[in-house]
């Protein structure tokens, strides 16, 4: 069962770091378990309702949603949530969603959002899974998560503006006012606002398809396309970033990528409580590092654990052709490591499979915000 709520909800309030205060999700029992509603943020914004049975696994709510908008290019998105400590985490599809969220401690909210950015967004076969894309990138953009250039950032969101109010008329939009109502970007000034609505000019007759291709063939030029920022320390106790992409593990000082350990490079990667360990080939002494054994530390297992398994799966979503489906081990009482791989599909069969499936899909509903 789903329902849907436009905007933010009447019944509980949203914070800053996404987890709902308030109370409003309900249970009810059936013949067949408990049923409780789910929250989860869609990439307009809006909150959908989704019934779930409260021992089902994260595969189930991830299928609802997924069936609520009709996507056929699934395996690009998740479903994400954070902690009490404002701690990301993917939703694992194959556990139990109670042994994930504690719905004793807090009401979650959990957020549809583009998990894989694709290096090629011609690659994207869907206009509508672009069209969820642009919505990420317009998002990423007005957070700061796609730091870059005022010049880029005022071509970014001149294509959104493109995307959802159409071609610049002189006596619709006589001055930059238009676009005042709307954040773009952090700390946006009139001077941006000027330089967003200069580049709105020149997209004249592109339609929102088109302008959503070019928002995505510009951001994925930007260095931190696609890239989450988790703090570590080096070796030496050196604040640094670590984040994964499809290329490989990068590091980071702020905003400046210091390292790349490419895919190809890496011989495994491991954690032991909070330390991160890359092991690279023998040729593969990169910049900087001289080691065949690269040593990271987290603030913590948790955090550490998380990047680790955001790691196994970006290698295995871009660098393999496929991933076998091999069921996970039950705990045991005395285990060592862990058993988790990645188990969607990889790049390489959601291309085959979509050009294979592929019917053409009706018009859909685009959210005009910047439409007055």
């Given at each position: 069962m789903v329902s849907e709520e436009r905007g933010r909800s009447h019944s509980a309030s949203s914070d800053v770091d996404g987890t709902l205060t308030g109370s409003n999700r309900r249970s009810l029992s059936t013949g067949s378990g408990k049923v409780i509603s789910m929250r989860v943020q869609m990439l307009d914004d809006s909150i959908t309702l989704f019934q779930i049975q409260t021992k089902a696994i994260g595969q189930v709510l991830f299928d609802q949603v997924c069936r609520q908008l009709s996507l056929l290019e699934s395996d690009y998105f998740g479903l994400e949530y954070q902690d009490t400590n404002g701690t990301k985490f993917w939703l694992d599809l194959e556990k139990p969603i109670c042994r994930q969220l504690n719905f004793s401690l807090i009401d979650p909210l959990l957020r549809f959002v583009v998990k894989f950015y694709t290096p090629d967004p011609t690659q994207l076969e869907e206009e509508f899974t672009r069209y969820l894309f642009g919505l990420q990138i317009k998002r990423d953009l007005a957070q700061g998560i796609l730091h870059c250039h005022d010049s880029t950032s005022a071509l970014l969101a001149s294509y959104i503006v493109q995307a959802e109010c159409g071609d610049f008329a002189s006596e619709d939009y006589p001055d930059s006012y238009y676009l005042s109502a709307h954040k773009f970007v952090p700390h946006q000034d009139i001077e941006m606002e000027k330089r967003i609505m200069e580049n709105h000019r020149k997209h004249i007759g592109q339609t929102p398809a088109e302008a959503d291709l070019n928002l995505l063939e510009t951001a994925r030029r930007c260095e931190l396309y696609g890239v989450r920022m988790h703090p570590a320390k080096d070796h030496e106790g050196v604040p640094l970033s670590l984040a994964v992409a499809h290329q490989g593990v990068c590091v980071f000082q702020q905003t400046t990528k210091i390292n790349l350990f490419s895919w190809a490079k890496i011989r495994k990667l491991s954690f032991k409580r909070k330390k991160f360990l890359i092991k690279l080939h023998a040729d593969g002494s990169q910049h900087g590092f001289h080691k065949d054994m690269i040593e990271f530390a987290f603030e913590g297992?948790?955090?550490?654990?998380?990047?680790?398994?955001?790691?196994?799966?970006?290698?295995?979503?871009?660098?393999?052709?496929?991933?076998?489906?091999?069921?996970?081990?039950?705990?045991?009482?005395?285990?060592?490591?862990?058993?988790?791989?990645?188990?969607?599909?990889?790049?390489?069969?959601?291309?085959?499979?979509?050009?294979?499936?592929?019917?053409?899909?009706?018009?859909?509903?685009?959210?005009?915000?910047?439409?007055?």
């Open positions: 297992r948790n955090e550490c654990k998380s990047f680790w398994k955001k790691c196994v799966e970006h290698h295995a979503f871009f660098r393999c052709i496929n991933v076998k489906n091999v069921p996970r081990q039950k705990a045991k009482i005395f285990s060592r490591g862990s058993s988790f791989r990645y188990s969607g599909r990889t790049q390489k069969q959601i291309i085959d499979y979509v050009r294979e499936n592929y019917v053409r899909r009706q018009s859909f509903p685009r959210v005009l915000e910047l439409v007055h």
